[in-house]
């Protein structure tokens, strides 16, 4: 069994480069499928989310398996190759660990890593791609990460990026509960963000998603008002703040529709929120005035502040990550030697069987019964240590003390001083 993890994430490279290798939910399982097919991969689970693309698999040719992620986002390896990470074996379980237990996360100690991991899984388990080894090591991650957060401080005051965007909001504008705020898209995060700004009462919230009706979900939660995407032409000039984070593979704004938005408001300020990879407004948009972008990267930075204080609970965590490491690399070293263990018994097996059948001839024929047992016994035990001692027999000298060493802690025997 070969593990193998590799990707890119927010360490690594930039947005513009992440938004790039970006796996949407509806197509992963399709991906999956792929790559196990058509590659020397046994086993495949990819974890795709705002910060990070990783692919975990077991494969005995790696590289095949980097091309692939390339080859199926139509880039060159070379496009990539500067901000890959390789990991394998313990530096892939290692990896895991701690990517799941939010120690290299944008934000330390964020929760949603985790659900991410989950939602991969069950991926992974739809496409048919999950197998032994995967399967194990991610039932042990999520064990892990469980221990890490009940066993450490390391989600104690977390600021999520929700958060952040909150507290960024309350620096630009002297009440929140002034302004008008519009979230685009339904998922986790959106739902999070509009958590954090509705305890701030704000003027007025509104809700624009592909479908209705999801959209009316959240306004009937929030008691704000549902939109169409269709809608955001005549209603982004009515709005502050704009929050959006969907999955869109192209972006739904462009510069063109916030520059008519502005000359609506008369050039008032607006804030804008992309938490999407890939990115849900332009880049462009960035540099008009009046206008405040803020991108995952930009408000991750915000949320670093104040890591110093849960150092401590780092270093607990680590500690934590490294045990685990060993005991999983343990279970695989473990289940490498399947097969010689096996052939052990085996032959055993056959030796027991051989001696059986021959003392149960011997017996039919009248045989005295201690004599078949004694010559069972000895002959049983003869074909048992013929090839341990062939072995010593004919060993080359500078191997033999070795050889001996190994066989006395086998069969737990006294060496002579």
């Known amino acids: ?11 690594t490279a930039p947005l513009s480069v992440r938004e790039q290798v970006v796996f949407h939910a509806e197509t992963l399982v399709e991906a999956l499928r792929d790559l196990v097919d058509r590659r020397p991969v046994k086993e495949a689970a990819i974890i795709s989310t705002c910060n990070r693309t990783e692919i975990y698999c077991n494969t005995e040719e790696p590289p095949s398996a980097v091309d692939w992620m390339a080859g199926y986002h139509r880039l060159k390896p070379n496009q990539i190759e500067p901000y890959l990470y390789r990991l394998p074996q313990e530096r892939a379980v290692k990896h895991a660990f701690r990517v799941a237990s939010g120690l290299d996360s944008m934000v330390l100690g964020e929760p949603q890593i985790l659900g991410q991991f989950k939602q991969a899984v069950r991926t992974a388990q739809a496409a048919g791609t999950l197998g032994l080894l995967l399967n194990k090591l991610f039932q042990r991650t999520f064990s892990v990460a469980k221990a890490v957060r009940s066993e450490t401080d390391i989600g104690a005051a977390t600021i999520s990026m929700a958060a952040a965007s909150v507290s960024l909001a309350s620096h630009i504008y002297p009440s929140i509960a002034e302004q008008t705020v519009l979230f685009i898209g339904a998922g986790e995060m959106v739902e ?4 954090h700004f509705a305890a701030h009462h704000p003027r007025r919230l509104s ?18 008002q549902p939109l169409t995407l269709n809608d955001l032409s005549s209603q982004l000039a009515a709005h502050d703040i704009v929050v959006t984070c969907t999955a869109s593979p192209l972006p739904i704004i462009g510069k063109g529709l916030v520059e008519r938005a502005l000359r609506a408001r008369k050039h008032r300020p607006m804030l804008m929120f992309d938490l999407a990879v890939p990115r849900d407004i332009e880049g462009e948009v960035g540099a008009l005035d009046d206008v405040f972008l803020y991108t995952v990267d930009d408000l991750g930075k915000i949320a670093r502040e104040g890591m110093d204080a849960r150092q401590n609970a780092v270093s607990q965590a680590e500690v934590i990550i490294e045990n685990q490491v060993t005991e999983f690399m343990h279970w695989v070293g473990n289940r490498e030697l399947v097969p010689t263990i096996r052939a052990l018994r085996d032959s055993g097996e056959r030796a027991r069987r051989h001696s059986f059948e021959r003392a149960l001839r011997r017996l039919a024929k009248g045989d005295d019964p201690q004599v078949v047992l004694e010559q069972l016994s000895r002959g049983l035990t003869a074909k048992l240590l013929h090839a341990p001692t062939h072995a010593l ?6 191997d033999r003390e070795e050889l001996a060493r190994l066989l006395s802690r086998l069969y737990q025997l006294a060496r002579p001083e």
């Open 393 to 398: 027999a004919h060993a080359r000298e500078e």
């Open 192 to 195: 999070l963000t509009a958590t």
């Open 1 to 11: 069994m070969q593990l193998f993890a590799f990707g890119i994430n927010h360490q």
């Open 207 to 224: 809700f624009a998603n592909r479908t209705l009706e999801r959209a009316e979900q959240l306004a009937d939660r929030f008691r704000g």
